[in-house]
RNA sequence: GUGAAUGUAGCUCAGCUGGUUAGAGCGUCGGUCUGUGGCACCGAAGGCCGGGGGUUCAAGUCCCCUCAUUCACCCCA
């Protein structure tokens, strides 16, 4: 293996996948366009700062999977690991929040470095939206909704949807305190990295997969029984909301995200078709990030799903929604050199008209070449050779019915075009 | 960062306890068939057997290192 490799945990996307890709994207486009929400796009790259100080130390993502180096001007930066941080950055240096509420939707790569598995790299690709300005329940219930509308519009329905609420400044430290007594406790039975959490990030204990740790907090005090009044009620709302929409949710006291800015809402998308893997979707409310970031309180909600593993969930769901058709649907066949020349004027003009055309070039004997065509998907064949040489005419094939006819040269974008037109109203009518 | 498995043709994989010129199917290209495809038959191209080092008369095969992939842990999209 002489040549380069693409780098760990990156792959390439093929043309044959990439119409995949496409399908998706339309989709993500669609849904969020009927949702009202506007795309944003921000750099690839921000200060290291900008994703420090809001998703936290003690987290992961922060302390060991960031792709940060220096630029020659001695700026510390770092490829982005999320898409909420840039977003509310971008939101506050163009003072969008003036009009509220703001809508926002997303898509595009995000590097962290991990070590590479199923559903699982390092250059990945996420897309997501973010709702600020809203701090009713009804945000949240939107989210959630528009997330699910996704995963529906690409064809998959094996998933299950997962809620929980981290309370609020008032209910969540009065939680944290009564599970960091109950661990302390016992911090001798915990996992390694477990007990190392108990000081820094207590929380994030609850979502341990140790065996040990699972059958501790079993016991353990949960979140649902510290919420205040008012984050309780936040809860059931839009669990309410949800249910009014035919949206089912599973309350799961022990999601806690990999983030540490959110506050109540918080949720997951899984499937079980995944893998180790499971989390296709994830997101919640961020109430207090946009102050953390020195813009004015506001209120934040929102998600982030990831592309790839919706992917694959098409592929295990053998879909073919995401399937589109050929891109070329004319095959121009020139057996020699003059007839090459008498048919790319031609060919242009049918491609000008919107129609997808194409020549084989390398001169390669007739049958090769309608059999390419065929193999392309076209659908009508035209050909120029001796016969039609002399005559200034040109043959047109039906790829599927076989039939054929003569034309003028001249007339041959008129003709191709009704000849798709006849076979598309064929073929919709069926 | 930890553990395990796997790297042979464009793709999917054979290659037994080390033994001549490394194989198959699919795909590609060509021919049978000077101008009409999908079938059939015939043929060809395409491999420093992931890379490096070692053991041996001899390494695709055994050992070490390295890189990559996959799966799991961790964590998450």
Redesign the pocket.
Known sequence: ??HA???????DILPTQARRWQALERIIDDVCGRFGYGEIRTPMFESTDVFVRTIGTG???VD??MYTFTDRGGRQLTLRP?FTAPAVRAVLEHNLLQTLPLKLYYRGP?F?Y?????????Q?H?WGIELFGVAGPEADAEIIALGMEAIEAIGVHDHALEINSMGCDECRPRFRDALVAYLRDRAGGL?Q??RE?LARNPL??L????EGDRRMLADAPTIDRFWCAACREHLEHVRALLAAMGIESTLNTHI????DYYTRTVF???SSAL?????????GRYDGLVREMGGPPTPGVGL???M??MLMLVDEARSAKLDGASRVDVAFVA?DAQDVHSLVPVMHGVRRRGIGADMDY?R?????Q??????AG?RL?V???????SAGEA?I??????Q?RRVKLADVGDAVAADLAASRAANGSQ
């Open positions: 293996m002489e490799a693409a780098p760990r945990g990156t792959f987290t992961d993502i060991k999977e999320e995000i962290r991990e070590r590479p598995q199923k559903g699982r790299y390092r990945s996420q996992a990295t477990s959490r994030r204990i979502d341990s997969k140790d806690v995200r990999g983030f997951e998308i899984t893998g180790s893997q499971n989390a296709i979707c994830g997101g982030a799903m990831g790839e593993r057996l390398t390669r004997k007739l049958e090769k309608i059999k390419a065509a065929g193999d076209a064949a050909i120029v050779g001796g016969d039609e040489r043959t094939q039906d790829l599927q019915t076989r054929r």
